[in-house]
C-alpha cells in the first residue's frame, strides 16, 4: 500500500523502536510509493530513483537478473476530471458507484476496512495498486487498514460505501498530499469494498476535560478512570508496558495498542505524555487531555494539536541511569585517532569480534551530553538486532572492537554519529551497549510495530498511540 494512510509523528515516533537512533541515514527506505506508503500520510521519505512505481528503467534488478518491472492498469478514461454524474459532497471529494453493493451499512472513521483498490495521477499514471501491483515480487491481495490513518479522501469516500460496492474517487489535492510527500495533485482511486471491522468508540469526553479533572501548571488535565495498586511511578528514563489510545479532539483515533499491550519510552515522545505517565501507578487508568503546546506536530513541518489519550499502566521498565560522565569521556577511556572513546563497563565472555558483515543483537542506551536519554532498547522491553554495517559510523566501529557478553561504553563525537543531520541527536553523543550475540547474516529487528524503513529518522522513541 502507499500513503493514503495518515500517519502522524507522534504514533510514529511512538511506535519507532528508536533503531533509527543509531541507524545511518538511507538513500532509499522504501522501494514505492505503494498505497501503504501512499494512503498512509506521509512519513517524509521521498520516492527513489529507479525504484518502485514511477521508475524510468524498463527492468528491475533481483537477485543479480533482470525482471520486467509491472506496468500496472490503464487510467479510466474519465481520469483528467469528475464526470458529470459524479456525487460531489461539500469537501470538493466526487465519487461515482461503478458496482453497487450487498450491504446495508457504512464503515465508520475510526473503522477498519479490507479493500482492492488501485490508484492513478490525473495525468493517467497509476502509481499504486492491490489489484496489479507494480512492485516486483510483490503479489496482488487484498489490503486491510484503518480510516483513522489515511488520507481525508479516503477516509471520507470509503465511508460512503457499502460492503460489495466498488466506487470511483477523484480526491482534490486538499484531501490528498497538498504540501507533503506523495503523489501531487488531484488523484483517482477505484476501491472495492470487501468488508469492515468496527474499531473503537470515541471516549464522551474527548473533546475537553470535564470540570472534575486535575490539571498541572502547563496545561495537562488528568482524570483517574481506575485506581492503580502501585506505589512508584515511572521516570524519565523507564518504558512502561500499557494498554492505550490517542485521539484527535473530534473523535478521530490517532493511534492504539490494539490486541495487546505495547511497551513504549516514558521520555521522547510528547511533553504530555511523558508528564501523564509520571503521574500513574501500575494498575491505574487515566485519561490525559494533552493541549497543543505539549502535544507534537502530525507531521514534520505541521502545527501541533491538543488530543486526548486512554491509558492503562500495565508495568513500569526500569530504565538505565545517565552516565556521570556523559558529559566527556574520562581519562581511562580509551580515544581512538578519530575521535571515539570507550570504556568497557564489564568484560564479555566470547572471543570473537564481529564485522561488518555481521548483525548483532544488543542492548543498549543512547544520551546527549546535557544527559537526556534519547533512545534505549530497555525502554521497549527487548533487545535489538542489526546489520554492522548500517549504523552510523562510530557505532560500527565500536561494535567490532567487543565480544559476546561484553558491555561498553561509546563516546561518539558528531562527525561519526549524524554530523548535523536535520533532525537527528546533534553533537556527542553517549552510548552503553550490551553484545548478547553475534550472528553471520545480515539483518534487522526492530522491536516495537513502529513503521519500517527508519535509517535516517530520529533516533527518539515514541510512546503508545500515535498523533
Not at 474517487?169 to 469494498?193: C, H, N, T
Request: with cysteine; net charge positive.
Amino acid at each position: 500500500m502507499g500513503r493514503v494512510v495518515a500517519v502522524t509523528a507522534l504514533s510514529a515516533s511512538l511506535k519507532r523502536g528508536s533503531v533509527a537512533a543509531i541507524m545511518k541515514p538511507s538513500r532509499c527506505s522504501f522501494p514505492a510509493a505503494s498505497l501503504l506508503l501512499v494512503l498512509f500520510a506521509p512519513l517524509g521519505v521521498s520516492g527513489c530513483k529507479g525504484h518502485g512505481a514511477g521508475a524510468p528503467d524498463a527492468q528491475a534488478r533481483d537477485g543479480g537478473l533482470a525482471v520486467a518491472v509491472p506496468t500496472g492498469l490503464p487510467a479510466p478514461a474519465d481520469v483528467a476530471a469528475p464526470p458529470g454524474d459524479a456525487a460531489r459532497t461539500a469537501s470538493g471529494l466526487a465519487s461515482k458507484v461503478l458496482t453497487p453493493g450487498t450491504g446495508t451499512d457504512h464503515p465508520g472513521p475510526n473503522d477498519s476496512v479490507k479493500v482492492d483498490y488501485s490508484g492513478w495521477t490525473a495525468e493517467g499514471k497509476m502509481f499504486d495498486s492491490s489489484v496489479a501491483p507494480l512492485q516486483p515480487g510483490r503479489k496482488a491481495a487484498p489490503v486491510t487498514m484503518s480510516l483513522s490513518r489515511v488520507i481525508p479522501g479516503w477516509t471520507e469516500g470509503v465511508q460512503l460505501m457499502v460492503v460489495g460496492e466498488k466506487r470511483r474517487l477523484w480526491i482534490p489535492e486538499e484531501l490528498a498530499y497538498k504540501g507533503r510527500s506523495g503523489p501531487q495533485g488531484m488523484l483517482v482511486f477505484d476501491i472495492q469494498l470487501l468488508d469492515f471491522t468496527p474499531g473503537p468508540k470515541a471516549p464522551p469526553d474527548v473533546a475537553e476535560a470535564p470540570s472534575d479533572a486535575e490539571k498541572t501548571k502547563d496545561g495537562l488535565a488528568s482524570k483517574v478512570t481506575q485506581k492503580g495498586t502501585g506505589t512508584t511511578h515511572p521516570q524519565a528514563n523507564d518504558g512502561v508496558r500499557v494498554n492505550y489510545s490517542i485521539w484527535q479532539t473530534d473523535g478521530k483515533l490517532i493511534d492504539a495498542s490494539k490486541d495487546k499491550p505495547a511497551a513504549r519510552p516514558v521520555s521522547g515522545f510528547s511533553e504530555g505524555w511523558a508528564e501523564g505517565l509520571k503521574l500513574m501507578v501500575v494498575g491505574e487508568k487515566r485519561t490525559l487531555w494533552v493541549p497543543s503546546t505539549l502535544a507534537i506536530p502530525p507531521r514534520p513541518g505541521a502545527t501541533p494539536a491538543a488530543v486526548t489519550m486512554l491509558v492503562e499502566l500495565l508495568e513500569i521498565l526500569p530504565g538505565p541511569k545517565t552516565p556521570s560522565d556523559v558529559k566527556a569521556p574520562p581519562k581511562d577511556s580509551i580515544v581512538e585517532k578519530d575521535g571515539l572513546a570507550t570504556k568497557v563497563l564489564a568484560k564479555g565472555t566470547g572471543t570473537a569480534h564481529p564485522t561488518r558483515s555481521n548483525s548483532v543483537t544488543v542492548k543498549y542506551a543512547g544520551w546527549t551530553t546535557d544527559g537526556k536519554m534519547f533512545d534505549s532498547s530497555y525502554t521497549r522491553g527487548e533487545p535489538a538486532t542489526l546489520n554492522v554495517a548500517a549504523v552510523i559510523p562510530g557505532w560500527a566501529e565500536a561494535l567490532q572492537m567487543m565480544v559476546e557478553g561484553e558491555k561498553r561504553r561509546m563516546w561518539i563525537p558528531e562527525k561519526l554519529a549524524y554530523a548535523g543531520k536535520p533532525g537527528a541527536p546533534a553533537g556527542m553523543l553517549v552510548f552503553d551497549v550490551e553484545l548478547i550475540k553475534v550472528l553471520d547474516a545480515p539483518r534487522h529487528t526492530f522491536p516495537g510495530p513502529g513503521p519500517g524503513g527508519m535509517e535516517g529518522h530520529p533516533p527518539m522513541p515514541l510512546p503508545p498511540p500515535s498523533h
